[in-house]
């Protein structure tokens, strides 16, 4: 078992770097103690791996969910007092009465895509979270929740284009599915879940040092690094803030999707094309000033 396959469920994340490929690079061109910056972190699979193998490792993303999701994902718990935290807020929110809850929100997006019970359950586990400790990995519980709650059907999870309000034929099992109108079980199945990973990475995990930038690329300072190993994104192929666009709504974090590089959004034309390259080209020219002559 390697570190990434013990968080890899975490939230899918389309077009992830193959945790395999970078244990290879990081084998080939690193040794333990050396720094490696990925200025395309995404999910953290670099960080993970790296950290797993004694190397330092610093990643930037200007997606703030993906730099929620990695910092939950690399931290160093205490194993008792975040399995304690978790288990808590969850019998807080099973406790709590719905008409107490507080279902109210300015977000036609969250009003739009939650059936109402759900949407109070999800939003009593997050009006508890600032009373915790360990608010990153329980900000990511709740957003595996919130993706699995949605009011979608059970095989178009990733791109959704508009709520499943009714009933509808689903393919999968042949038979007759219905819009999820709650959302506890999935609070209770990804606590536990989460719990269980926590464990087997803490395993794992060594002391060497973890950094994620919420920032542009093309202009952060990653200190002294030894070498580079990313997966930029392809060009005209997914929207990544769009893709986890209930993470933002409900945690009201920062949306940058105008600075992304190859959004979809942008489209792939040669003109889109030509922005990536020269986008993606000043990236690794900042991260140049950073790593020694002969680096990765």
């Not at 993906?66 to 975040?82: F, H, I």
Request: proline share 6%.
């Amino acid at each position: 078992m390697n570190g990434q396959s013990t968080f890899t469920a975490c939230i899918l994340i389309l077009v992830n770097l193959s945790p395999q490929l970078v244990e290879i690079f990081l084998r080939k061109y690193f040794q333990a103690g050396q720094t490696v910056f990925d200025p395309f972190s995404g999910s953290g699979t670099t960080l993970v791996q790296a950290n797993e193998l004694g190397i330092h490792a610093v990643g930037c993303d200007i997606s703030a969910f993906n730099v929620l999701l990695t910092r939950a994902k690399t931290k160093a718990y205490s194993g008792a007092e975040v399995k304690h935290e978790i288990k808590d807020i969850l019998a807080r929110v099973q406790n709590v009465p719905l008409e107490q809850a507080n279902p109210n929100t300015d977000s036609e997006f969250l009003k739009s895509w939650f059936a109402p019970q759900a949407l109070s359950e999800l939003l009593a586990f997050r009006d508890l979270i600032p009373e915790y400790e360990d608010q990153e990995i329980l900000k990511v519980i709740l957003s595996r929740a919130a993706r699995s709650a949605r009011m979608t059907t059970h095989f178009d999870l990733d791109f959704p284009k508009k709520p499943q309000t009714e009933p509808y034929h689903c393919y999968k099992p042949q038979r007759t599915c219905h819009p999820t109108p709650t959302a506890f079980q999935f609070l209770k199945r990804y606590s536990l879940d989460t719990i269980k990973r926590i464990e087997q990475f803490s395993m794992l995990r060594t002391n060497a040092g973890v950094e994620v930038i919420h920032g542009d690329s093309r202009h952060v300072n990653p200190g002294p690094i030894d070498g580079v190993i990313t997966s930029p994104p392809y060009v005209g192929l997914i929207d990544y803030h769009e893709q986890h666009r209930y993470a933002y709504e409900l945690l009201d974090i920062e949306d940058r999707s105008g600075q992304e590089i190859g959004a979809a959004s942008k489209g792939s034309s040669i003109k889109a094309k030509k922005e990536y390259q020269e986008l993606v080209a000043e990236v690794f020219t900042n991260a140049m000033q950073y790593m020694p002559s002969g680096g990765a």
